[in-house]
């Protein structure tokens, strides 16, 4: 699904302070990507937060917000990567697991028609 302007632009907030989802800020991240509006939108709330931050904390220190708002998109990014990666590790641990079942299941449904567990195919297969 596709994010409009304004659905990025109401979720800026959220990115900065980290309360967006998995899903939400994977599109997030590819519409600032790819929206020059919505990323100056996003670097101009990035600079006033770390602003804010930098005053409440009286540091004098001078900063590059914008390769440090770049680094946090990559990070964003990388995070994002790591949820699918897992996400995808779940399935195929999932579909083994039940591809396992079934072959008990079956195994078991031979076990008590046939009359032994000698007389399964799978036991034949496997010794």
């Known amino acids: 699904m596709d994010m409009t302007c304004r659905e990025a632009q109401s979720l ?3 990115y900065i302070n980290r309360d967006l989802g998995e899903k939400k800020l994977d599109s997030f991240l590819k519409h600032v ?7 100056e939108e996003l670097e101009i709330y990035y600079i006033i937060h770390f602003a804010v931050q930098r005053l409440d904390s009286e540091e004098q220190i001078s900063y590059d917000v914008k390769r440090m708002l770049e680094e946090d998109l ?8 790591k949820w699918k990666i897992k996400r995808s590790y779940r399935y195929i641990i999932m579909i083994a697991a039940e591809i396992l079942l079934c072959f008990l299941i079956a195994t078991q449904i031979q076990n008590f028609s046939l009359g032994g567990i000698e007389e ?3 036991y034949r297969i496997f010794f």
């Open 12 to 14: 800026v907030n959220d």
């Open 33 to 39: 990507r790819e929206c020059k509006e919505c990323y």
């Open 74 to 81: 990559r990070d964003a990014e990388k995070c994002v990567r």
């Open 120 to 122: 399964t195919f799978f």
